[in-house]
Every structure is written in C-alpha cells, then in structure tokens.
C-alpha cells in the first residue's frame, strides 16, 4: 500500500513539472568596475547618475518558448530623455555562444564597440537591449552592421523598472539550447540618438570627458567602448575587476587605430 501511495505521488508531482526542462544562468559582477579599462569616467551632464552603467547581476532564463533577460545595474534607471520605456542612457549588449566550438560563430563586434572576440569564445547570437523603438535598432543594424544581422536579435519589447533592464525573446531565435550552458558575455554601452560615423547607436568614450563623451580612453577608433562587463568566474567577486581591466586591454597606432584590440572572452555559470 505504501508503495502504492509513494508511486501516486510521484506520478503526480512529475504531471506538475513542465513538459521539458527550463535552464536558468545567474551571472554576478562586482560594482565599481564601471570604468572599462581602469581610466573611464562618464561624461559630465547629470542624466550620467553615478552606477548608471555599473552591471551588477545577469540573469537569462528559459521559460516553455521564450527566453528571459534581467541586467541589474547599481543604481535606479530614470528616463530623462523621455524615451517611454523606463530607461534612457544605457544600452545592453548580450552575446550569446551557443555551442562552445572555437571557429564558430563570430568574432567581430557591431561598429562602436570595438572590441573583438577571442575565436575560442565566438558568438552565435546576440540580443540588444535599446530604449530606442525597436524600429530604428533594426533599421541601424540593416544599415551598420548587414553581414552580422542574421545574427542579432532585437526584442519587440524591452522595458526599465527599479535597477533592471528586462526583456524576453522567442527561444527559436536563439538556436537550441540550455541557456545555463551558453558562454555569456555582457557588454554595458551607452545609448546615443546621434551616433558618429557608422556607429550603432552607441556612445563614444574620447581622450577627456565631455557633456555626452565618456573620457580616459583615445580620439581615435583603437580604444573599447565598453564600460562594464562580464569577467573571470562571474561570481561578483573584487578580482573580476583585475580581470575586466586585463581582459579591455588595448594599444593604438600613430593614426588612431587599432594595433591591438580589446578581446573578449565568454563567462559561463560555475558548476
């Protein structure tokens, strides 16, 4: 009879589990380490509140057929530019290495960041979290960054509430998958409704800071535009700031090029 009852319940608590399993990834970063390589400072207009690219925690789950992402920043979002979706200064990008293989996927970045990929760590995917409507992202990726289009996935919705920047996709876009055995890297950028040159809508970071110009980086096109990001086991611990300044590391030509770029490399959650 016992035995009976024992496979009554569990028959009924497997018939309350959904149909396949939902994988979930929690990555930590440590606060403070706003300042992508070691030097940066925000520009100086007050809507750049201190912490506002400051990525402490991100989280991406799968739930039935849509995938959901939560980025928390150091400090409440506001919206001073009105852009009517709760946020308004920061731009999250999210690459995504669906497989694990080195050569595939890619290892360039869209125009603006200027940082590369180490081939071990390309991507497959990458999701977009912009203020900007949906629309004009897409349109500047048509325009900006064509070859990597198929590739990039922008949400119909993507909203700021508290300190998080949420938004969900349909899983299909992502490939297959469990997301907590994706390679993951977040790169915290800026939102620029004016974009130099063939930038995608991303903020430049100049020798010296001004109202709208991150400052303690180079003139030219050699230095990252990444202001935090994911390094080393991802757990939120200090030494992930070592690892951050190490990782955006770069060297510029006479011209103002690149002679060295920043390469990234993917996090993945610890076992």
Same mark, same amino acid.
Do not use: C, H, M, W
């Given at each position: 009879m016992k035995t009976r009852l024992a496979s009554l319940t569990l028959a009924a608590s497997l018939l309350s589990l959904p149909a396949f399993a939902d994988g979930k990834v929690t990555l930590k970063?440590?606060?403070?380490?706003?300042?992508?390589?070691? !030097?940066? =400072?925000?520009? !100086?207009?007050?809507?750049? =509140? =201190?912490?506002?690219?400051?990525? !402490?925690?991100?989280?991406i789950e799968k739930k039935g057929n849509k995938v959901d992402f939560n980025l928390t920043l150091a400090t409440n979002l506001e919206d001073p530019w009105r852009m009517g979706k709760g946020f308004a200064t920061q731009m999250i990008f999210i690459f995504i290495d669906t497989d694990g293989k080195e050569g595939s996927g890619h290892t360039d970045s869209p125009p603006g960041l200027n940082v590369q990929f180490a081939p071990a760590s390309a991507w497959e995917k990458l999701v977009?979290?912009?203020?900007?409507?949906?629309?004009?992202? =897409?349109?500047?990726i048509e325009t900006k960054a064509a070859g990597l289009k198929g590739d990039i996935v922008v949400p119909d919705r993507t909203k700021g509430a508290g300190k998080k920047i949420s938004a969900s996709v349909d899983a299909s876009l992502l490939g297959a998958g469990d997301p907590s055995q994706w390679g993951i890297q977040v790169v915290v950028q800026s939102n620029e409704g004016f974009p130099a040159g063939n930038d995608l809508l991303t903020r430049k970071v100049n020798e010296y800071e001004g109202q709208h110009r991150f400052g303690g980086g180079h003139d030219g096109e050699c230095d990252p535009h990444a202001i935090d990001l994911l390094a080393g086991s991802a757990k939120g611990d200090p030494s992930e700031v070592k690892a951050q300044h190490e990782m955006l590391k770069y060297e510029c030509a006479e011209d103002g090029s690149a002679k060295q770029k920043a390469t990234l490399t993917m996090v993945r959650q610890s076992k």
């Open positions: 970063d440590p606060s403070g380490d706003d300042n992508g390589p070691g !030097t940066y =400072k925000y520009p !100086t207009d007050t809507v750049y =509140k =201190k912490g506002s690219f400051d990525l !402490t925690e991100a989280s977009i979290l912009s203020p900007q409507e949906t629309a004009r992202v =897409k349109k500047e």
